[in-house]
């Protein structure tokens, strides 16, 4: 009985250190906002057939989802038939009901991405901010069209990159080049299916990798990227702690100890053991 109560109070004693430690920097959590372009021309069969654009950009986008890791937070922003609205706002993966949400989405309407960009940007940098700036901000657009203010993506986009948002486009069944390939850290074609399935797999993995920024003159001046700021404040805060650590496990083993002191104080005192004494 002493035995399996010694085994359960060690057990609990992991249990807490090992939530206790998975508490420690929530700050670094890695946080993904999606831009979903669900606007007319996605029920196009253009380099889709014998499916629809947006049939094959939802698949590949539940596909994508199923694959991000734990600690991402992650969001989704849609503009479709039913106009433009968050699919489901900034915080955990929760892939039964988002992924229900995104079956529902139908093709129509217009492609409004520097307001969408703008409300995307808007939540990223809260939650930069109840991070203490620490951990990782990425927005990623799909799209397979150009903005129905086109002149306007320079001012909507080069504030968030200045504050350390990286952004990724994937470009989807476009005859030409986006107007956004010069504007943002990294640009990619999907021509098929398997190309957007492909470009979606590469977002996480690639996110440090970006693509010249060409002849566009107001970002020259970026010289260190979002993402190395943020590996450097993760560096700063992996430091302090680190330096917490020893304490942890110091507290836990003072627990422990005293929890076994604790049951064998009460065994050597029970009833049993003294009629042995006696």
């Not at 734990?70 to 706002?89: I, K, M, P, S």
Request: glycine letters at 6%.
């Amino acid at each position: 009985m002493w035995s399996k109560t010694f085994w359960i109070a060690v057990c609990l004693g992991m249990v807490w250190t090992n939530s206790l430690a998975q508490t420690v920097d929530p700050r670094l959590r890695h946080n993904l906002y999606i831009i979903f372009d669900g606007s007319g021309s996605m029920d196009d069969e253009e380099c889709s057939a014998p499916y629809t654009k947006i049939e094959v950009a939802k698949k590949a986008l539940i596909t994508f989802l199923d694959t991000i890791p734990a600690d991402y937070n992650l969001g989704l922003y849609v503009f479709d038939h039913h106009g433009q609205r968050e699919l489901f706002a900034l915080g955990q993966l929760e892939r039964g009901s988002l992924f229900d949400k995104i079956s529902a989405i139908r093709a129509g309407g217009s492609t409004p991405l520097c307001s969408s960009i703008e409300f995307a940007s808007t939540k990223l940098l809260e939650q930069k901010e109840k991070q203490l700036g620490y951990g990782h901000y990425m927005l990623l657009i799909v799209t397979d069209g150009r903005a129905n203010r086109e002149a306007e993506l320079p001012a909507s986009l080069q504030p968030v990159i200045e504050q350390g948002i990286i952004i990724q486009v994937i470009g989807f069944c476009l005859s030409q080049s986006h107007s956004l390939q010069k504007m943002v850290h990294a640009y990619r074609d999907a021509n098929s299916a398997q190309e957007l399935v492909t470009a979606l797999s590469e977002v996480l993995g690639e996110a440090d990798r970006f693509v010249d920024f060409g002849d566009w003159r107001e970002f020259e001046q970026l010289i260190e990227s979002g993402e190395q700021v943020a590996a450097r404040n993760s560096k700063t805060l992996a430091q302090q702690d680190s330096q917490s650590y020893p304490i942890l496990i110091s507290v836990s083993i003072l627990i422990l100890t005293g929890l076994v002191l604790i049951l064998l104080l009460s065994r050597r005192h029970s009833p049993g053991n003294r009629s042995r004494e006696e």
